[in-house]
């Protein structure tokens, strides 16, 4: 069996999930990063995205949908996240509503004294919405 690391994904509801993985990938504000076992010390802040995880003993990725968030790597790797969704758990409907309101929102408030931050939210949560509807979908953005 190869060398595994204890991973945990914690959201301000609830510890999301825990257990030993081999390998785990994340869209940090730079690209994409892979952790495993014995990875030297790290701390470094996630953008939306998926996030892929190798449990020990499987062949397989899992997937959830990330919002943004940090990555600690240590003896351990936990993951602290504003949100994460399963695929099976992701209301398409719902994400393409939240969607087209942030495009309209956008379209509406275009002018240059427009609040930065409020710009900003709408484009994360256009891009957000976009990655939870491909990965609902069986879509994501790269197979392993």
Known sequence: MANTVHLEIVTPERLFYSGDVELVIVRT?????????????????????????KEA???DFKIIAASPGFIEVRDN???FLDAAEWPSDIDVD?????KERAELWLQQHTSPDEDEDFVLR?????QKQVMRMK????GGRRKR
């Open 77 to 79: 790797i936990v993951i």
């Open 135 to 138: 990965l609902a979908q069986g």
């Open 29 to 53: 504000i730079t690209g994409d990063e892979g952790f495993m076992a014995g990875h030297s010390w790290a701390c470094k802040l996630l953008d939306v995205g998926e996030l892929w995880f």
């Open 122 to 126: 709408s484009k994360i949560s256009i």
């Open 57 to 59: 003993g499987s062949k």
């Open 94 to 98: 719902r994400a393409m509503g939240e």
